[in-house]
């Protein structure tokens, strides 16, 4: 019997390995992909070009060993698609070209059906970022109007873009429609890390290559095979419409269809496509499934219960009651310290899985892609990150409904906290449960609630703190970086180039603050608009007068290095005097920060020396609203001290 179940499952093997490739593809028909996982239940992908279908809609039957299945059918091309429009812009695409580009990704726009996402991003010297992923076509129309011909082919640049914009969106439904009419001539990243970002991307790849005599059809070829799409080719431009039109079909032209299989381990498998009442296209393939359950080494299993004698019961004798005494390990505070440990315990784990950079910062030849060993990384979730995710994203929508997501996210930026919003607040919740607990069982109830109040109301303090440390580093790095600036523009440098030197060079924050400035302005963002963005993060008002200093340089021209040579003299006296006044005013601060200190001080040492006395306000709701009034006491005065010596210039 062993021997006969060997020989059958070699057979199998044969079978499929010569029959799947040659019968799933047939006359404009393909069957994609079979899942048995949920067996019966079968759900079979295919695709059909629309030729074979005119203006009717398909009809498919299912043949499973010669028996015809009851068959359901659903589109597949859903909300979850997402498409990123590449278009070329360089100068050889200036005139008729040009305009029939706009008029082909206007129709693709037009005929993709509503939910579908869309960006657009135009590349000539450097990919610019026409649109964000959207699904208003009116928003999407506009900027294929605005683009116009200009500059070299940033060719696999612009690849290295989309991978940027899709770093964020789920990585199902993903395609490229690429246009060019020419090879790559001045990206910074090669044809090898633009096949490597396709790759990775898990995208389908359409590519319309323009014929010139700049073409680089292996370089397209590559780059399509990496993306599992394809390379088409148009004589003039007018055909460029007809290809993104076919190109929009072929998107929404997948169905799946969903059957009751009646079959176990090997099958025949025949789809046929219905249109006009005839078959138009079918195709065969064998299909694996599991084996029927029911059946052992060839005999069937009695699935029959027989008759069972019941087992007799034993009812034991009654006992007399007795006194238990639980132990401390039983009692409520035992309890109370388990729920602390694991809130701390969920509390430690999360901090080390979310403290991780989003966007690599200040390092030399970055990129934007994820590493391979990322994504592994990545896989390999264990339930707890598991759990924190689902938290992040729960809170992450609260966030959304009540409109707070960008405010606290403009906070995290000031403050360089490499957190997500709904990570903070996970972080947080977690880290007041745990104090809540740990003060409960220390002490009481209110010392637990208050506990877990300082930890709420200490991340804001947190966040200024890191905002004030950041913003005090990048103002003492402004000299140094206006000096290297002038530096690199008189050595011949332009403005950009200056500011890439800055972002490669400095030290932290100011290389991220203007590695961020480079980035933008390389997406399409305005570089003054980008500066005062950055002033506003950091919030320098002396680097406000340098965004205002280089806009007004752009305006009306002039020596932009002498400019930031005065500006920087500037900026230099400032910090000589804010220096002199913070060592004349250090007296006051550490006053401040004794007296604010004192009151907790004595508490513990009262708990120390004497816990009954504080017992006695703990005691009694008037003790209780005695230490709820100090504690305002204190704080009011912690904030006024804090006003009064933090001198402002």
């Known amino acids: ?316 004798p009654p006992r007399r009651g007795t006194t238990v005494e639980l132990t401390w390990l039983e009692s409520a505070a035992a309890s109370w310290l388990g729920a602390g440990a694991v809130f701390v315990a969920f509390a430690i784990i999360f901090v080390t899985i979310a403290l991780r950079p989003r966007v690599p910062r200040g390092a030399r030849g970055s990129s934007t892609l994820t590493s391979s060993s990322q994504v592994r990384a990545r896989e390999k979730k264990t339930a707890l990150s598991t759990i924190a995710d689902s938290a992040t994203a729960f809170a992450e929508q609260t966030l959304n409904r009540g409109d707070r997501f960008k405010t606290l996210n403009a906070a995290l930026e000031r403050a360089g906290v490499v957190l997500r919003p709904g990570e903070l607040i996970v972080l947080t919740g977690s880290g007041a449960l745990a104090a809540a607990a740990i003060g409960f069982l220390l002490l009481n109830e209110a010392f637990g609630l208050l506990f877990g109040a300082i930890v709420i109301g200490a991340v804001p303090l947190w966040l200024e703190s890191k905002k004030d440390k950041r913003s005090a580093l990048f103002g003492e790095q402004l000299g140094d970086t206006l000096q290297l600036m002038a530096t690199s523009m008189r050595a011949g440098y332009g403005l950009l180039q200056a500011i890439d030197a800055v972002a490669e060079e400095a030290l932290s924050p100011t290389a991220e603050e203007f590695q961020r400035i480079k980035i933008e302005t390389h997406l399409g963002r305005d570089l003054d608009d980008s500066l005062k963005a950055a002033a506003g993060r950091v919030d320098s008002e002396d680097f406000r007068w340098v965004a205002e200093a280089i806009e007004i340089h752009r305006q009306i021209g002039g020596d932009l290095a002498e400019i930031l040579d005065a500006v920087n003299e500037t900026i230099r006296d400032r910090n000589r005097i804010r220096r002199r006044i913070k060592s004349l005013s250090a007296e006051g601060r550490i006053s401040g920060i004794i007296l604010s200190l004192i009151p907790i001080v004595l508490v513990f040492v009262i708990l120390i020396i004497n816990p009954g006395y504080i017992g006695e306000l703990t005691s009694s709701g008037l003790g209780q609203g005695l230490i709820v009034g100090g504690i305002v006491a204190w704080l009011i005065a912690v904030a006024w001290m804090r006003k009064i010596i933090r001198l402002q210039f």
């Open 1 to 316: 019997m062993i021997r006969r179940t060997f020989l059958v499952g070699v057979l199998a093997t044969l079978v499929l390995a010569m029959a799947a490739p040659t019968g799933a593809q047939q006359g404009g028909f393909t069957i994609e992909s079979v899942d048995t996982t949920n067996h019966p239940e079968v759900a079979v992908t295919v695709s059909v070009e629309n030729q074979l279908l005119g203006d009717q809609a398909p009809v498919f039957k299912i043949i499973e060993d010669g028996r015809v299945r009851r068959v359901t059918v659903a589109a597949t091309a859903s909300s979850d698609l997402k498409v990123v429009l590449l278009l070329d812009v360089s100068g050889s695409m200036r005139g008729a070209p040009l305009e029939a580009a706009k008029a082909a990704a206007a129709r693709f726009v037009s005929e993709m059906p509503a939910g579908v996402q869309i960006g657009i991003i135009s590349f000539g010297n450097s990919p610019a970022l026409a649109a964000e992923f959207t699904d208003d076509r009116q928003t999407l129309l506009s900027a294929i109007d605005l683009l116009t011909a200009r500059g070299e082919t940033a060719l696999y640049d612009g690849l290295v873009a989309a991978g940027a914009l899709f770093s964020n969106e789920s990585s199902e439904g993903r395609a490229v429609v690429l246009l060019s009419d020419g090879g790559d001539t001045v990206s910074s990243s090669s044809l090898e890390d633009a096949v490597l970002t396709v790759g990775e991307l898990q995208a389908k790849l359409f590519a319309v290559e323009l014929q010139s005599p700049e073409n680089d059809s292996d370089a397209l070829l590559a780059l399509a095979d990496a993306g599992g799409g394809t390379v088409t080719s148009a004589d003039d431009p007018a055909a460029i419409e007809a290809l993104f039109g076919e190109i929009a079909s072929e998107l929404l032209s997948s169905y799946r269809l969903v059957y009751t299989s009646e079959a176990f381990e090997l099958a025949s498998l025949r789809v046929d496509v219905i249109a006009e009442g005839s078959v138009v296209a079918g195709a065969t393939r064998w299909i694996e499934l599991p084996a029927d359950a029911s059946i052992v080494d060839g005999d069937p299993v009695d699935t029959e219960p027989g008759p069972v004698d019941p087992a007799p019961v034993v009812v034991p």
